[in-house]
């Protein structure tokens, strides 16, 4: 069944039954060591994680690892530009379960990135960053603590599907002809636009189906977190992208509004009932003038529609929303992509969980571990219905690999996601606490230390952080 490779003789699979992961006492866990700076992180984390496995579970439990391979590693042990082999398809799909280091992708060229083809084969369509703030640790941010936000990020579609086409090929040049020609003329609300000849062209396919099972994620994720935190925000950039990216907006409320009806509100049905709740005798019309900005200058067609939305809330959740009983539902809002970059930094605290598409959590992702102290803090997750790989936010910092010296600590909280999906959150706690614990004693990698004030000096080496983390399992 494999080719370059032989799984463990000991251990057990994770199998999965309706999307949760059915877990035995040794687990057999492929991982990929990646590239660049994996070389430092990758054994830094293990040695962490089994730690913690050994110290909460005895010999109860612990994790069998299967080594497999891709990029740069896939190349030594497979031949040339087998940078993703089947063997490492294979033991990912038959185990359900991997945590990877970072693999490298070229700019402009060359092949495409390896980590979204993992992410695309396996369907594993939600990202999951959560970025949360570890007492102690620096960061260029004055409040860092009020950020606790979740990106959720559709993880396979959007530009990432990677269909494009380079400038001057004729396949561009044919496309460019049609929409130009055809396509575009006979759209009137496009008008007289055109493409530039001289275009490369990129395909941006967001579905309803797509972005529908992510946010029906997103908003369970949200049922399961402390009612303050209750809250599931569209992020897109609607306002330019209707048709994709707003879009998804409307699908992520249209799903929010049937499927999750009883336990959902948006954050427009809240203005709508509490203009009644403050005015029992409230006008449709003057509840509509509050709910949508500029009522007044609005054609009338619009004004009908506003209050038809008005009357239509009220007739239909009035009884089970109503009275505040709404405060006690998961809020859903939205938000356009800029304007949440900087309110991420002004009103971190208003925020939960970030639903967005492919490119725009991307971004988020490392803007928001930036706050909570930067990409050494930044862990993920990769899931889909029968599978699940975990990896850090960030790359694989090339200038940093075989020194020693970067921070292992994204990947490392990304096996505290992994144990937490596992089951096993003893083991997650410990780490949480000896990593948290060593950060409060300054005992930090380059990258935390001199963000510190005065700067520690010296900062820990890769490896010296983990055995830290380790030595403070007990503080
Ligand atoms: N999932 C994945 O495998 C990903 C892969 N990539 C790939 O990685 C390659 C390099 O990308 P690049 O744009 O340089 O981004 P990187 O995230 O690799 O690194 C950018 C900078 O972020 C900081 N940083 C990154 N990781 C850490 C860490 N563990 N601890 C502390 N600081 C860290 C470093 O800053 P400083 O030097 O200032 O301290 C580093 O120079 C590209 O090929 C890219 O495609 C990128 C993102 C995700
Ligand atoms: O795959 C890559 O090289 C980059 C991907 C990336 O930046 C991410 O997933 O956060
Ligand atoms: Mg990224």
């Given amino acids: 069944m494999y080719d370059r490779i032989t799984p463990p003789t000991i251990g057990e699979r994770i199998t999965f039954q309706d999307g949760e992961p059915i877990v035995p006492d040794t687990p057999i866990v492929p991982f990929i060591r990646g590239d660049g700076t994996g070389v430092d992180i990758w054994p830094a984390a293990q040695k962490v994680f089994d730690a913690a496995v050994a110290k909460a579970y005895g010999h109860h439990r612990h994790i069998v ?9 896939a190349c030594e042990h497979y031949g040339a530009y087998q940078y993703l082999p089947e063997d490492t398809l294979t033991a990912i799909r038959e185990y359900g379960i991997a945590i990877k280091g970072p693999l490298t992708t070229p700019v402009g060229g060359g092949i495409r990135s390896l980590n979204v083809a993992l992410r695309q084969i396996n369907d594993l369509y939600a990202c999951v960053r959560p970025c949360t703030f570890y007492p ?10 009020k ?8 993880n396979t579609e959007d530009i990432y599907l990677g269909i494009e086409w380079r400038q001057g090929t004729e396949i561009a040049s044919k496309l460019i002809d049609l929409l130009n020609q055809d396509l575009i003329p006979a759209t009137p609300e ?13 395909i941006k396919p967001i579905s309803k189906t797509g972005s529908q099972r992510l946010v029906r994620r997103a908003i369970k994720h949200a049922l399961r977190l402390p009612p303050h935190k209750q809250q599931v925000t569209l992020v897109h950039k609607g306002n330019i992208m209707k048709y ?10 249209e799903l929010a509004t049937t499927e999750f009806r009883q336990a959902c509100i948006t954050e427009r049905e809240s203005w709508i009932l509490s203009n009644r709740e403050a005015n029992p005798d409230i006008s449709l019309e003057e509840n509509a003038r509050r709910v949508e900005p500029g009522y007044d200058s609005l054609t009338p067609d619009r004004k009908a529609e506003v209050c038809e939305e008005v009357k239509l809330t009220l007739d239909t959740i009035w009884d089970s929303h109503g009275q505040g009983q709404w405060q006690t539902k998961v809020m859903v809002n939205d938000r356009i992509a800029d304007s949440i970059f900087q309110q991420l930094q002004t009103r971190p605290d208003e925020y939960s969980i970030l639903a967005t598409m492919n490119l725009n959590g991307d971004y988020l992702s490392d803007a928001a571990a930036a706050i909570v102290g930067g990409l050494g803090m930044g862990p993920g997750a990769n899931i889909g219905d029968t599978c ?8 694989t910092a090339p200038k940093h690999a075989g020194l020693d010296r970067i921070n292992p600590g994204s990947v490392i909280l990304s096996g505290v996601m992994m144990l937490e999906f596992m089951g096993w959150q003893e083991a997650a706690d410990l780490i949480k606490q000896g990593l948290g614990a060593a950060i409060s004693n300054r005992e930090v990698t380059y990258d935390l230390a001199r963000l510190m004030t005065p700067p520690a000096d010296p900062p820990l080496k890769c490896s010296e952080f983990a055995e830290a983390i380790i030595q403070h399992f007990d503080d």
């Fill in 136 to 145: 102690g640790t620096p960061s260029p941010h004055k409040s860092p603590e």
């Fill in 65 to 73: 690892w299967f080594k497999i391979y891709a990029g740069d590693e």
């Fill in 190 to 202: 496009h008008g007289r636009k055109q493409i530039r000849l001289d275009s490369g062209i990129g």
């Fill in 388 to 395: 699940a790989i975990f990896e850090a936010t960030h790359g």
């Fill in 147 to 154: 950020l606790d936000v979740i990106v959720y990020r559709e």
């Fill in 244 to 253: 994709t990216e707003g879009a998804f907006r409307d699908w992520g409320y």
